[in-house]
């Protein structure tokens, strides 16, 4: 922009120029703050001849009314002749301020930003003079812009009110209004600003008297900028809430299984991530076995979170009635559907049995588990994999993966592997590299795993990491697990046989006394309802873990026992009754390929 040009071409500013030129006069020196001219002499014939053609146009010689108002404009508004640069400048509500020179030195400002900033000495350079500028980091951008000679603009810069010497916002006049407060304060000698403000600039390049300058325009948006600060606060509060609640509804200590070590993570998104919906558990069975689960709900904020809690419920109540993995899901698939049919969640449920060695699971469009073998091998769960949660129509299936001692088994969700850049089984592959080479407890694997692929604080989709390790046992250890099994054929032989073989294997463990009789009484009585109730095959097996004695007896029947009140008169219908009182707890559940499973459960003397 050439300043200098475009103030003498303004009527006004050429029409006095003229008059004090044709007059012999010389040009009367600028005031102060002003912009010199020494090209408008040479523009005025041409600016006075426009105007006269304009007038003749309107068959008057001179173009004027009597009244000195040109002809065809109405009366009450000023000629724009009479108009000057600072005139223009003065009256914007904008701030702007003209620099000159490599050390920007004030050339003027006008009352807006006097009124912002205080007065400014003109020729007094701007590091110096304006602090303002200094906070507002405009000393590098000026000078990238009279070196470049193109124009730039910085957005919502933040000029704090000082400290001290600022003067106090009169009685009811809001933040506001004390903007535009005259009276200014002054740190070191320099006029402060009254309150804190936001500021977007533009700086522009121009040329003054024999040098370049810098046109510097500011437009206050300290109303934008709170609104939006509000907006950002208003969003931290609802993250931290949702963040709050999805902790609250996540386990609060994971269960420890007796023959498995676990260990589990959650982080959130980022500040510029909602929170969203994944979750996961370990529910113990009992006779040993554990359920494993984690999810994610699709959809971010607080209702995700809700979503996450009501399924991670439903998935512990449908656990208790030790079902296999498929028909939990298909449970849970009918239950997603009615807390919300327009939002759906993957999910993987396995359930491990030390007696099996090895996971069975299902999953409904949940990424696969991943196991690492004692020597550091990893494999992939296969299908099946069913759509997600809350789609319904679809009849879910079983797998199953090998889980031998000294194997670790890795559940997740795709926060963990997904990156926009690229394909997510890249990113399963990444975590299989990852996994190979992690070796520790649970919880350092999960940190290692953390750390191999990359998620910070600042991720921007949530990550929950499930990891369990079936211990490969030696030593003492070993000595505090056994297992023995007989299988039993029908008749009146069995009882007998299972009893002494019971009482056979409790004194080999060195149990005491009482707790052997009890596990042998327990025994008879789930052998005998077998006997009575059940079909062959049948088979007796009996745990012992550093923390409980099972005892459990599977038949080919799959009618499940219940526990009733017998009459005193009754010959029969007491033995699960006796079982459930002597023992820690007891249970049942259906076996696959049809028959099922009784079992109860001992705690042992610490």
Not at 319 to 334: F, I, K, N
Not at 542 to 570: F, K, M, N, S
Request: hydrophobic fraction near 35%; proline fraction near 7%.
């Amino acid at each position: 922009m050439n300043f200098t040009r475009w103030s003498a071409r303004l009527p006004g500013t050429q029409r006095r120029i003229a008059a004090r030129t044709g007059s012999g006069d010389s040009p009367a020196k600028p005031r102060d703050n002003s912009v010199r001219s020494p090209g408008a002499k040479s523009s005025v014939p041409a600016a006075r001849g426009e105007f006269e053609r304009h007038g003749e146009q309107h068959g008057d010689r001179t173009g004027e009314h009597p009244d000195g108002r040109p002809d065809g404009e109405p009366a009450g508004i000023p000629a724009l002749e009479e108009l000057s640069v600072r005139d223009v400048l003065g009256g914007l509500p904008a701030l702007v301020a003209l620099v000159y020179g490599p050390d920007h030195r004030v050339a003027y400002v006008n009352d807006a930003y006097t009124d912002a900033f205080g007065p400014r000495e003109p020729g007094t350079a701007a590091a110096e003079g304006c602090p303002e500028l200094v906070e507002l980091g405009l000393m590098p951008l000026m000078d990238q812009v009279l070196r470049s000679g193109k124009p730039r603009t910085v957005k919502s810069r933040k000029v704090l009110a000082a400290t001290s010497g600022t003067p106090d916002t009169p009685p009811g006049t809001s933040p506001h209004a004390s903007a535009h407060v005259s009276s200014h304060g002054s740190v070191n000698g320099s006029p402060t600003v009254a309150r804190d403000g936001s500021y977007t600039v533009t700086c522009t390049p121009v040329e003054t008297s024999g040098s370049g300058g810098v046109l510097i325009f500011a437009a206050d948006v300290t109303d934008h900028a709170e609104a939006a600060e509000r907006l950002r606060a208003s969003e931290r509060r609802l993250r931290e809430t949702a963040v709050a609640l999805q902790r609250s509804l996540l386990p609060q200590e994971l269960e420890q299984p007796d023959d498995l070590r676990v260990a589990a993570t959650y982080q959130p998104g980022g500040t510029d991530a909602a929170v969203g919906g994944d979750w996961y558990d370990v529910i113990t069975l009992g006779a040993g076995r554990t359920a494993l689960v984690i999810g994610d709900v699709m959809g971010r904020g607080v209702r995700a979170a809700a979503v996450m809690g009501q399924l991670r419920t439903a998935v512990r109540a449908y656990a208790r009635l030790d079902l296999p993995p498929h028909e939990v899901l298909q449970l849970l698939d009918g239950l997603a559907a009615e807390i919300d049919p327009s939002q759906i969640a993957t999910c993987v449920y396995a359930v491990h049995d030390p007696n099996e060695g090895r996971l069975v699971y299902a999953s409904a469009g949940h990424l696969p588990i991943l196991v690492r073998a004692e020597d550091g091998t990893v494999a992939r769960a296969a299908d099946p994999t069913g759509p997600p949660l809350g789609t319904g129509g679809w009849i879910h299936t079983s797998g199953t993966i090998d889980l031998a001692p000294g194997s670790t088994a890795v559940l997740y969700t795709d926060g963990l592997v997904e990156r926009r850049s690229e394909d997510i089984d890249e990113g399963v592959a990444s975590l299989e590299r990852a996994l190979a080479g992690a070796k520790g407890s649970p919880q350092v694997v999960c940190d290692r795993l953390i750390r191999a692929m990359g998620v910070t604080a600042e991720h921007d989709d949530d990550v929950a990491v499930l990891v369990l390790q079936h211990p490969a046992r030696t030593g003492h250890s070993a000595e505090l697990f056994h297992n023995a099994a007989l299988d039993l054929l029908g008749g009146i032989e069995a009882a007998p046989r299972a009893r002494a073989f019971a009482s056979g294997v409790l004194s080999s463990w060195r149990f005491p006394v009482e707790l052997k009789d009890l596990g042998v009484l327990a025994t008879s009585e789930l052998v005998a309802n077998s006997l009575q109730h059940g079909t062959p095959p049948m088979r007796l097996r009996l745990r012992r873990t550093d923390r409980r004695l099972i005892i459990e007896v599977t038949d080919g029947d799959d009618h499940l026992p219940l526990r009733r009140h017998a009459e005193p008169a009754d010959e029969a219908g007491r033995g699960i009754s006796i079982v459930a009182t002597i023992a820690s707890s007891w249970g049942s559940r259906r076996t696959p390929g049809g028959g099922k499973a009784v079992w109860c459960e001992f705690a042992l003397p610490h």
